[in-house]
Nanobody, 124 residues
């Protein structure tokens, strides 16, 4: 059974930085896509970033390009999201996700496994 545990959320002022981390266990993830989604209060779930261990380039939603960086450590089965220049509109619960088949996509329904989420709050 795949288990994803996020950490690193918190409260930060606009312009600040946070680093989210996701620890994955239960399988070998070397052929999977892993990424992050987020959901703000009253809004639909939104794709943020994804990459595949096999080497395809990371993919980001336009609103975070140049500010967020996704990275992974295959030995530790961890996926991090470095978030810089944070804005109030980045406030959301952030979820770590795993897609076990096919390539990277931005549809939440394509991701079979989800973490419990970690809250990120950016104050203005």
């Amino acid at each position: 059974q795949v288990r994803l545990v996020e950490s690193g959320g918190g409260l930060v002022q606009a312009g600040g930085s946070l680093r989210l981390s996701c620890a994955a266990s239960g399988r070998t993830f070397s052929n999977y896509a892993m990424g992050w989604f987020r959901q703000a209060p009253g809004k639909e779930r939104e794709f943020v970033a994804v990459f595949k261990w096999s080497g395809s380039s990371p993919y980001y939603v336009d609103s975070v390009k140049g500010r967020f960086t996704i990275s992974g450590n295959n030995d530790k089965n961890t996926v991090d999201l470095q978030m810089n220049s944070l804005k109030p509109e980045d406030t959301a619960v952030y979820y770590c996700v795993v897609k076990t088949t096919g390539g990277v996509t931005t549809r939440g329904a394509d991701y079979a496994y989800w973490g419990q989420g970690t809250q990120v709050t950016v104050s203005s």
